[in-house]
């Protein structure tokens, strides 16, 4: 790993063993990208990667020469107004009004590991050897601005993580109207676009087009990630699959609006950008002050989309996620919503907590009707005290009485939201986001505390202190059902308005980092209404989401293939439900539920209290399974086999090999029985091919050559005689377990 700048040259080059990074400074000063992509070696020059053109009608930086046009240069972070008519990644508005920067390059450090981004959550490294941060300055010497790019390269991972950084170094106040993370120019348009798209209950759906001329685009404006898109793309060859040819991720370390955009020029150039969302922010910066983008990263393979998977799986577990629970175990928990919802009191939870205990469950989480007088979603939220009426001794006293009996206690928040019928409101109304002018609209009775500002996010902080304080919580649930509309902050100013969006994010994180700061024990789990805001920003701070409000295991497939292109399924919330479902109406088989559950931080979603003992004994094995496999599924190596995005979606396979490639668990799933099939066979990825493994359901040892080559046999699910056969009929599911032969 290292970071070379050749004076001669004027070339960077960002390389480890597995990848390259090159840019370099043009001769009028800006920075240029060459190369992204498998390591090159030897001597570098500027005219291997870029050449003059003196075209017609294409407009060049300096009178009577056509060697530079900023149209065709492909530029590491453009800037608008300077003879290039793409979108730019940076826009300011002087306090002249005009908005023509042009940014140079000045200098540029070297520094070992990886700095932390003041205030917002980024991947780390604990060893100075595992990263090299590279910093580059740029200067507008008329408009006195600071422009500082900072790329680092880790050891192990073909991975640049990069930011950009605003400095007002001169007098007069400026605006920040587009700050985008990233830009890149690709030398060619022909890729693919993959993105992760759905709504509520069925988020994160994969979906491929074809990169065309102009722009294409993903983003939220809801003041969160959202369920709608999320902040992650891949660019893909069109012959790459899972397991061959090129792919370039992009994925950004923030949870508020983003917008990631491909443009296709007339050159078949394409332009990919990647940051904060421009439509609605807008940040003042007065003399002295900095803004700094989030980060960004952009991974490279050329194995196929499996192995840039792997990579996302492999930097988020190891250097974004939190070190005391990188390799922690999840445990497995018994949720109380779908079992109860509002409905209980101490002795129903006792008795469900009870039930959990008896088959080998390691957690009980209270959700949502604990706290104020929140006997419905009409009324309670902000009131942070404890319904004394449903629980007499308080969380204190359930905690305890829980844990007595073996067990650890979780409990749901949502320290973001508000309803009007609360003593939050009655105190403090000027608390919501919102125009007082105008209309306020509700999403589930509730609406939105202002968390640009400080003193709320205090509030509530001192709030949840007061339970977590003097109570025995290990697990939290931080919910947020509730997107931003009337966004305005009575808090700001008329020319600051266009920041509350970004303030409001900054809010989130920093009540997460006092909060995971203060109690290091507790594991959090963001939610927000399931999947809408499932990003690397929160798995920072909570090093699991729950996946979806969705539990039918039919949807819960594409939801969790879906996730999969890029958070580890260790930070994947999965959970078995009843039946018939409470989003889909579906019945499932017990089998079905528990085995998509199990590729996850496997967990329940039902009231265990009515479990026939049949169903009962299933899940006991169920559990017992998940604890002998967990640190496989969690830490392993994840490997899609058969897509429900392709060909008729039926059916659907994918499997966890260790790192080692000694133990291996297969799951395969058919949505609907097809009459009088043949025999089918599934081949299988990542094992050793000379090495002989033992296989569920085989008394005879196979090599990996025969699993990887050949496959694993399927039966049909409806042959038209075995129709006592107990893995017949539709919503089928079967789990494999292999183990190396010990020679």
């Given at each position: ?254 949870s508020g609006n983003f917008l990631i955009q491909g443009e296709v020029n007339a050159d078949n150039q394409t332009r990919i950008v990647g940051g904060i969302h421009p439509e609605g922010f807008r940040w003042k910066l007065k003399e002295h002050e900095s803004f700094q983008a989030p980060e960004a ?447």
């Open positions: 790993m290292k970071i070379v700048f050749n004076e001669d040259t004027q070339i960077f080059h960002l390389q480890n063993k597995n990848f390259s990074y090159i840019m370099g400074i043009l001769e009028n000063g800006h920075l240029g990208h060459f190369y992204l992509g498998n390591p090159i070696h030897g001597p570098l020059r500027q005219h291997m990667f870029r050449r003059d053109q003196n075209r017609a009608l294409i407009p060049y930086l300096s009178e009577g020469s056509g060697k530079i046009s900023l149209s065709i240069e492909r530029q590491e972070f453009p800037s608008y107004g300077t003879t290039d008519f793409r979108d730019p990644a940076i826009d300011i508005q002087l306090s002249s009004g005009s908005r023509v920067i042009d940014f140079k390059y000045e200098c540029h450090r070297i520094i070992e590991g990886k700095p932390k981004l003041g205030g917002l959550p980024s991947t780390w490294v604990s060893d100075l050897a595992d990263g090299k941060t590279l910093e580059i300055d740029h200067y507008d010497r008329v408009a006195c601005i600071r422009l500082t790019l900072t790329y680092t390269i880790f050891k192990d991972y073909p991975v640049i993580g990069r930011n950009a950084k605003v400095t007002n170094e001169g007098t007069q106040e400026v605006f920040i109207d587009r700050l985008m993370s990233m830009s890149i120019d690709l030398f060619d348009g022909d890729w693919q676009w993959l993105q992760l798209s759905g709504n509520w209950a069925r988020e994160r759906h994969v979906h491929i087009t074809e990169l065309r001329p102009g722009i294409q685009s993903i983003g939220s404006r809801c003041g969160a990630s959202s369920a709608y898109e999320n902040p992650f793309i891949i660019l893909k060859r069109k012959h790459t699959t899972e397991a061959v040819g090129e792919a370039l991720g992009i994925s950004l370390v923030y990263l952009i991974a490279y393979s050329n194995k196929g989309m499996g192995e840039l998977s792997r990579v996302y799986h492999n930097l988020f577990r190891k250097n974004l996620i939190q070190k005391r629970w990188q390799d922690s175990p999840r445990p497995i928990v018994l949720n109380s919503w779908e079992a109860v919802y509002f409905d209980f009191d101490e002795e129903v939870i006792l008795e469900l907590a009870q039930s959990a205990k008896s088959l080998g469950i390691e957690v009980f989480i209270l959700d949502d009707g604990w706290f104020g007088k929140r006997n419905n979603d009409k009324a309670g939220l902000g009131d942070w005290h404890v319904n004394r009426e449903k629980l007499p001794n308080g969380i204190k006293g359930i905690a305890k009485k829980i844990e007595d009996m073996g067990l650890k206690f979780g409990l749901w928040i949502e320290p973001e939201m508000i309803n009007k019928k609360s003593d939050l409101f009655n105190r403090h109304p000027e608390w919501l986001i919102g125009d007082p002018l105008r209309n306020q609209s509700h999403s589930r009775n509730q609406y939105v505390l202002d968390f640009s500002r400080r003193e709320v996010v205090d509030g509530i902080y001192n709030q949840l202190i007061q339970i977590l304080d003097h109570a025995s919580v290990s697990f939290i649930k931080w919910d947020m059902n509730r997107n931003i509309t009337e966004a305005f902050s009575r808090n700001l100013q008329a020319d600051r308005q266009g920041e509350i969006f970004h303030r409001y994010i900054l809010g989130v994180y920093d009540l997460y980092e006092r909060l995971t700061s203060r109690y290091p024990h507790i594991l959090f789990e963001s939610c927000a209404s399931g999947g809408g805001r499932v990003d690397p920003g929160l798995l920072y701070y909570a090093p699991q989401f729950w996946t979806s409000d969705n539990t039918d295991a039919v949807e819960r497939i594409k939801i969790q293939y879906g996730t999969s292109m890029v958070y580890p399924l260790s930070s994947i919330g999965t959970h078995v439900s009843d039946i018939p479902n409470h989003q889909m109406l579906r019945n499932t088989t017990l089998k079905m539920r528990g085995d998509v559950a199990y590729f996850g931080t496997f967990g329940y979603e039902l009231d265990v209290r009515k479990l026939s003992e049949i169903e009962r004994e299933h899940v006991k094995k169920q559990i017992s399974s998940s604890k002998k496999y967990r640190s496989l599924i969690q830490q392993g190596d994840f490997r899609r086999l058969i897509s429900p995005f392709e060909g008729t979606g039926n059916e659907i396979a994918w499997m966890v090999t260790s790192t080692d490639k000694k133990q291996a668990i297969v799951g395969w799933y058919q949505i609907l029985a097809k009459p009088n099939e043949g025999l089918f066979r599934l081949r299988l990825e990542g094992l050793h091919r000379e090495k002989l493994y033992t296989v569920t359901g085989m008394d005879y040892p196979v090599s990996g050559s025969v699993l990887m080559n050949f496959g694993l046999l399927l039966f049909p699910s409806f042959n038209g005689s075995d129709l006592k056969n107990p893995i017949t009929g539709d919503y089928q599911s079967r789990i494999w377990f292999i183990e190396e032969l010990e020679e």
